[in-house]
C-alpha cells in the first residue's frame, strides 16, 4: 500500500509553526506513516531549523505527485516570505498574507488528487485579517469550507478517544440559541460524527448528543431547545441507522465518552466543546509558565481530508526554541488513518 502524501502548511510564520514542523520533522519517524510534503517557504523552513540546530534535506518539488520515497522531506516553495519580513511574536500583514496563501496552494493540490491530505499550522487571526484574508474568512475552517465549495461541515476536535463536534462555533451565545441550534444543523452534524469515525475504522459508532440547557432541560422545565430542536434531530438520526442517544445533560456527557461510552459528542457550542477537550489535552505548569498540550482539530464534510493542531500560534513561545510538537504528530496520524492508507 502506498504511504498517503500529506501537505503541511507552516501556519502564522511569527508564531511555533515552522519551529514544531522542523521538530516533527527531525525528531519523529514518518517513514511508515505518510510522505510528508510541506507547503511553504524554504527560508522560512530554514530559519526554523537554526533555532533548534537541526539539518533536514529539502527536496523542492512543484506536483507533489511526485513525492514518492519514504524518509524525504518535500516542499513545495511559495517564495513568498522571508525572515527579514517579520519578528517572532508580532502581528505581521505579511505573515498573514503568506500563511493565507499557502493554505491556498495547499487546499488546491488536495482537490487536484496530488494531496491525500492536509495538516495546517496555526495561524493569528489579526494577521490574517491584516493580510487581506481575515475580513472574508472567520477562520481556517471556513476559509477551507470556502475553498472547496463546502455547507455542510463542522470543527471535531480530539483528545485520544474523546471526540467532540460542534453544532455551532465562532458565534455569539446568544446567536448560537436564537438562530443556529436547529433540527436540520443537528442532524447534519451527527451524521458528520458517524461517517468520521466510521472512517476511522469504528463500525457502529456511539454518538451522545448534548444538551443545551442545564440539566438538557428537565423536559421543558429550563427552556424548550431540547424539545423543539435536539429531540426531533435525534430521532431522525435514529430513524437512519444511526446510533445516536441524548439529549444528555453536558455536565455528564463529557465524562461518559471519555470513560468509552460515546465514540464521539456532538457539542451545541463552542465553548461547550472546546472546555471539555482542552481540560482533556493542555497541562499548564504555573510555576513555569508553560503548556504541555496535545489534541487535534478536523474539518468533517469538506471533499478533502484536513486535519490540525488543536492550539494557537503561541507568540509568547515563538523564536525561542521551547515549542511542543506532540499535537502537531498528532495531528498528521489523525489524517494518515482517515486517508486509510498506511504502511502495510
Given at each position: 500500500?502506498?504511504?498517503?502524501?500529506?501537505?503541511?502548511?507552516?501556519g502564522?510564520?511569527?508564531?511555533i509553526?515552522?519551529?514544531?514542523l522542523?521538530?516533527?520533522?527531525?525528531?519523529?519517524?514518518?517513514?511508515d506513516?505518510?510522505?510528508?510534503?510541506?507547503?511553504g517557504?524554504?527560508?522560512?523552513?530554514?530559519q526554523?531549523?537554526?533555532?533548534?540546530?537541526?539539518?533536514?534535506?529539502?527536496?523542492?518539488?512543484?506536483?507533489?505527485?511526485?513525492?514518492?520515497?519514504?524518509?524525504t522531506?518535500?516542499l513545495?516553495?511559495?517564495h513568498?516570505?522571508?525572515p527579514?519580513?517579520?519578528?517572532?511574536?508580532e502581528?505581521?500583514?505579511?505573515?498573514?498574507r503568506?500563511?493565507?496563501?499557502w493554505?491556498?496552494?495547499a487546499?488546491a493540490l488536495?482537490?487536484?488528487?496530488?494531496l491525500?491530505?492536509?495538516?495546517?499550522?496555526p495561524?493569528?487571526?489579526?494577521?490574517?485579517?491584516?493580510?487581506?484574508?481575515?475580513?472574508?474568512?472567520?477562520?481556517?475552517?471556513?476559509?477551507?469550507?470556502?475553498?472547496?465549495?463546502?455547507?455542510s461541515?463542522c470543527m471535531?476536535l480530539?483528545?485520544?478517544?474523546?471526540r467532540?463536534?460542534?453544532?455551532?462555533t465562532?458565534?455569539?451565545?446568544?446567536?448560537?440559541?436564537?438562530?443556529?441550534?436547529?433540527?436540520?444543523?443537528?442532524?447534519?452534524?451527527i451524521?458528520?460524527?458517524d461517517?468520521?469515525?466510521?472512517?476511522?475504522?469504528?463500525?457502529?459508532?456511539?454518538?451522545?448528543?448534548?444538551?443545551v440547557?442545564?440539566?438538557?432541560?428537565e423536559?421543558?422545565?429550563f427552556?424548550?431547545?431540547?424539545q423543539?430542536?435536539?429531540?426531533?434531530?435525534i430521532?431522525e438520526a435514529?430513524?437512519?441507522?444511526?446510533?445516536?442517544?441524548?439529549?444528555?445533560p453536558?455536565d455528564?456527557?463529557?465524562?461518559?465518552?471519555?470513560?468509552?461510552m460515546?465514540?464521539?459528542v456532538?457539542?451545541?457550542?463552542?465553548?461547550?466543546?472546546?472546555?471539555?477537550?482542552?481540560?482533556a489535552?493542555?497541562?499548564?505548569?504555573h510555576?513555569?509558565?508553560?503548556?504541555?498540550?496535545h489534541?487535534?482539530?478536523?474539518?468533517?464534510?469538506?471533499?478533502i481530508?484536513?486535519?490540525?493542531?488543536?492550539?494557537?500560534?503561541?507568540?509568547d513561545?515563538?523564536?525561542?526554541?521551547i515549542?511542543?510538537?506532540?499535537s502537531?504528530?498528532e495531528?498528521?496520524?489523525?489524517?494518515a488513518?482517515?486517508?486509510?492508507?498506511?504502511a502495510?
Amino acid at each position: 500500500m502506498q504511504l498517503p502524501r500529506i501537505g503541511i502548511t507552516l501556519g502564522d510564520a511569527a508564531g511555533i509553526g515552522p519551529e514544531i514542523l522542523v521538530k516533527l520533522l527531525a525528531h519523529e519517524k514518518l517513514g511508515d506513516l505518510c510522505i510528508p510534503v510541506v507547503v511553504g517557504d524554504r527560508r522560512v523552513v530554514e530559519q526554523a531549523q537554526t533555532l533548534i540546530g537541526a539539518t533536514l534535506p529539502l527536496r523542492a518539488i512543484e506536483d507533489p505527485r511526485q513525492a514518492a520515497e519514504p524518509g524525504t522531506v518535500y516542499l513545495v516553495d511559495l517564495h513568498n516570505l522571508t525572515p527579514e519580513d517579520y519578528r517572532f511574536g508580532e502581528v505581521s500583514a505579511a505573515t498573514g498574507r503568506a500563511a493565507g496563501e499557502w493554505i491556498e496552494r495547499a487546499t488546491a493540490l488536495a482537490l487536484e488528487g496530488a494531496l491525500d491530505a492536509i495538516v495546517t499550522n496555526p495561524i493569528h487571526k489579526e494577521s490574517f485579517v491584516l493580510g487581506g484574508y481575515g475580513r472574508r474568512y472567520a477562520g481556517h475552517t471556513e476559509m477551507l469550507a470556502a475553498l472547496t465549495g463546502t455547507k455542510s461541515y463542522c470543527m471535531m476536535l480530539a483528545c485520544g478517544a474523546l471526540r467532540v463536534c460542534h453544532v455551532t462555533t465562532h458565534v455569539s451565545l446568544l446567536d448560537a440559541l436564537t438562530r443556529d441550534i436547529k433540527r436540520e444543523r443537528i442532524l447534519q452534524v451527527i451524521r458528520l460524527a458517524d461517517d468520521a469515525c466510521r472512517r476511522l475504522g469504528i463500525e457502529r459508532p456511539a454518538i451522545g448528543v448534548a444538551g443545551v440547557n442545564p440539566h438538557a432541560s428537565e423536559d421543558g422545565l429550563f427552556g424548550t431547545e431540547e424539545q423543539r430542536e435536539i429531540i426531533p434531530a435525534i430521532a431522525e438520526a435514529q430513524a437512519a441507522g444511526i446510533t445516536a442517544e441524548g439529549p444528555v445533560p453536558a455536565d455528564t456527557l463529557f465524562s461518559k465518552a471519555k470513560g468509552g461510552m460515546y465514540d464521539a459528542v456532538v457539542a451545541m457550542y463552542h465553548d461547550q466543546g472546546h472546555i471539555p477537550v482542552k481540560l482533556a489535552g493542555f497541562l499548564y505548569d504555573h510555576t513555569s509558565g508553560t503548556w504541555e498540550m496535545h489534541g487535534v482539530n478536523v474539518t468533517l464534510g469538506l471533499p478533502i481530508i484536513r486535519t490540525s493542531v488543536d492550539h494557537g500560534t503561541a507568540f509568547d513561545k515563538a523564536g525561542k526554541g521551547i515549542a511542543n510538537h506532540r499535537s502537531l504528530l498528532e495531528a498528521l496520524q489523525y489524517a494518515a488513518a482517515l486517508t486509510g492508507r498506511r504502511a502495510p
